[in-house]
């Protein structure tokens, strides 16, 4: 199954991947609108997040695992992994807001909604002809969309 990789070596923490998630999840799909309208009014936040620290920037996202502890920690079954995409899927109807998948994540991918009692987590840009918005994104990509 294809994922996003991130490449720390590569990574110079422009944040562009945040903001081609944020519109790409967004009702406008326009970067502006998304940014300064539907972020502050819906809580409309990035799938992926980039850390830095001194010189060293990574772009952290649902890695979707092949045995996701995510999963496994999720008590209403809001979170699922598709045997036939490999995908963690998330279902928001079903999520209560335990938080308990967000404890269960090594990798941190996984986030509060600002908003709602909900969480935020990368569903691979699903129904994006063009792949990951993240990855097509990227300026000196550092987020590869591939199979390993």
Request: net charge neutral; aromatic share 6%.
């Given at each position: 199954?294809?994922?996003?990789?991130?490449?720390?070596?590569?990574?110079?923490?422009?944040?562009?991947?945040?903001?081609?998630?944020?519109?790409?999840?967004?009702?406008?799909?326009?970067?502006?609108?998304?940014?300064?309208?539907?972020?502050?009014?819906?809580?409309l936040?990035?799938?992926k997040?980039?850390?830095?620290?001194?010189?060293?920037?990574?772009?952290?996202?649902?890695?979707?695992?092949?045995?996701?502890?995510?999963?496994?920690?999720c008590?209403?079954?809001?979170?699922?992994?598709?045997?036939?995409?490999?995908?963690?899927?998330?279902?928001?109807?079903?999520?209560?807001?335990?938080?308990?998948?967000?404890?269960?994540?090594?990798?941190?991918?996984?986030?509060?909604?600002?908003?709602?009692?909900?969480?935020?987590?990368?569903?691979?840009?699903?129904?994006?002809?063009?792949?990951?918005?993240?990855?097509?994104?990227?300026?000196?990509?550092?987020?590869?969309?591939?199979?390993?």
């Open positions: 199954m294809k994922r996003v990789y991130p490449d720390k070596e590569y990574c110079i923490g422009c944040h562009l991947c945040e903001l081609a998630c944020i519109t790409a999840h967004s009702t406008s799909q326009d970067l502006i609108i998304a940014y300064r309208d539907e972020r502050t009014s819906s809580g936040s990035p799938c997040r980039v850390f830095e620290k001194g010189d060293t920037c990574v772009a952290i996202s649902c890695r979707h695992c092949d045995e996701p502890s995510c999963v496994a920690a008590i209403s079954g809001g979170l699922h992994k598709d045997p036939e995409t490999g995908r963690t899927v998330y279902d928001r109807d079903k999520c209560v807001g335990c938080w308990s998948c967000l404890m269960a994540c090594p990798y941190g991918a996984i986030r509060r909604h600002p908003i709602e009692n909900k969480i935020v987590k990368c569903d691979l840009c699903e129904g994006r002809a063009e792949g990951p918005a993240c990855v097509q994104a990227c300026p000196n990509a550092a987020l590869k969309y591939e199979e390993r």
